[in-house]
């Protein structure tokens, strides 16, 4: 089966300016996860969809980041202005269930974006 | 907040030499997983494990979940050059939310 797609898989910017990544899940995964992981630590969840819902933003800076998950698929993830403390690596992941007592389902990621802020 | 610490935090060895990294908290977790990060990819999943003391074997890497599920370890035999990468725990806890540490980087030389 086809794995997670993330794009573009680099990009640098200047800092105050605007970015948008973009994540497209493995076919019938209905949990998608946006994971930030800064260089020499574990990935740090920002924001978790069942569906097309928003089920865990609360680690999500909501004052420069937002995200969205359109019909349950494809999602982006936006950086508005962008700070130095932003330049890491952005994954997204999706899995079949959330959890919640069901079997615990691995997580599939994406390659990453990774990006520097400048 | 739940924690997972993970040791050591770098890694170095001669291929066929063994090698065990460990994964603690002090929190409780209904499941944990591990997984390994090769630069420029993300993480690939290895094992979950649920019930505690369980052991796991996957080829040359074995993974045991502590009684109290708090901690786990991953034991790896006669270590390979493809076995470099960024292992990873995360645990899923009360709010079913997965956690990661911050991971041990091993590098296996030929």
């Known amino acids: 089966e086809a794995g997670v797609a993330q794009s573009p898989r680099y990009k640098i910017i200047e800092k105050r300016q605007s970015v948008a990544f973009w994540c497209n899940p493995i076919s019938g995964h209905a949990t998608l996860y946006w994971y930030q992981q800064i260089l020499g630590q574990g990935p740090k969840l920002l924001i978790q969809?069942?569906?097309?819902?928003?089920?865990?933003d609360s680690q999500l800076p909501k004052d420069r980041f937002s995200a969205e998950r359109l019909k349950g698929v494809d999602s982006t993830l936006k950086i508005q202005p962008a700070k130095l403390e932003d330049s890491a690596v952005y994954l997204c992941?999706?899995?079949?269930?959330?959890?919640?007592?069901?079997?615990?389902?691995?997580?599939?990621f994406g390659s990453g974006t990774r990006l520097t802020v400048v | 907040t739940q924690l997972l610490e993970q040791s050591p935090q770098f890694l170095s060895i001669q291929e066929g030499e063994n090698l065990t990294v460990y994964c603690n908290s002090s929190?409780?977790?209904?499941?944990l997983q591990w997984y390994r990060q090769e630069p420029g990819e993300g993480p690939v999943l290895l094992v979950t494990v649920v019930t505690g003391g369980e052991v796991k074997k996957l080829k040359r890497l074995t993974f045991q979940f502590g009684d109290a599920r708090k901690d786990s370890s991953l034991h790896i035999t006669a270590a390979q050059p493809g076995d470099t990468g960024l292992y990873l725990c995360a645990g899923r806890g009360g709010s079913e939310k997965l956690v990661f540490g911050k991971g041990t980087k091993l590098t296996v030389n030929p």
């Open positions: 992941a999706s899995s079949l269930t959330a959890g919640g007592g069901v079997a615990n389902y691995g997580y599939t």
């Open positions: 969809f069942q569906n097309n819902g928003v089920v865990d």
């Open positions: 929190s409780v977790f209904s499941s």
